[in-house]
């Protein structure tokens, strides 16, 4: 039975290499990022509202910076190896801001269309 005040995740009976877990979290990374390109070439930005559009301009930029970050750590990994550990915290950061900004994308891609005035 799995315990119900565990927070950290699922329980694993053999814990994954490290390298699995680098893996697994570029591969979702990449995953996220593609989805929300696909959405963002997908919607006009007419589609949603001013907040919602300066959540989606400001997750683009935290996708660009998380890319400048990451390929910045893999050249710091040859001197710290820790430098693994910021890559992935940061890796899962910007995949937690992408799946959210792709969960609003998808919601504003869900509702209908506004009816344009010319259309009356």
Do not use: C, T
């Not at 570029?26 to 919607?43: G, S």
């Not at 799946?99 to 509702?111: F, K, N, P, T």
């Amino acid at each position: 039975m799995s315990d119900p005040f565990n927070i950290l995740g699922p329980e694993f009976e053999i814990p994954p290499s490290f390298d699995e877990a680098v893996r697994e979290l570029v591969n979702r990374f990449q995953q996220a990022a593609d989805r929300f390109q696909e959405l963002l070439n997908q919607l006009p930005p007419e589609r949603f509202s001013e907040e919602e559009w300066r959540v989606i301009e400001r997750s683009a930029v935290d996708l660009e910076e998380s890319v400048e970050r990451a390929e910045e750590g893999y050249v710091a990994v040859q001197y710290d190896s820790h430098a693994w550990y910021r890559i992935m915290e940061s890796l899962e950061r910007a995949s937690l801001r992408l799946e959210s900004a792709i969960s609003l994308m998808e919601q504003v891609e869900a509702r209908p269309a506004p009816q344009s005035s010319e259309a009356k």
